[in-house]
């Protein structure tokens, strides 16, 4: 069972509501819901790295979407365009 700090009774008050929602409602609350993750992404990434543009953060937050993991060296294009600028 997945822990939640949603009671049993809340979480039927909430699925009664999304039932009661239209196909275009929660679509929009998924939508609404996708943008503020990808604020908080945002947010920690900025937090973590303050040097980095507004384009590594964009790059970084794409990648993390698309590929969770480090991309492999040789593919890493952005990676090695950054070595160069800094001299490593």
Not at 13 to 22: A, K, N
Not at 39 to 60: G, K, M, T
């Amino acid at each position: 069972m997945a822990i939640s700090d949603t009671s049993t009774e809340a979480q039927a008050v909430q699925l009664q509501i999304h039932r009661e929602m239209s196909g275009e409602e929660r679509l929009l609350l998924a939508f609404e819901m996708s943008l503020f993750a990808r604020d908080l992404a945002r947010a920690r990434i900025e937090q973590e790295h303050p040097e980095w543009s507004q384009a590594q953060v964009e790059y970084e937050l794409m990648r993390l979407a698309f590929l969770p993991e480090p991309m492999p060296a040789p593919l890493s294009v952005w990676e090695a365009f950054h070595k160069d600028r800094r001299g490593v």
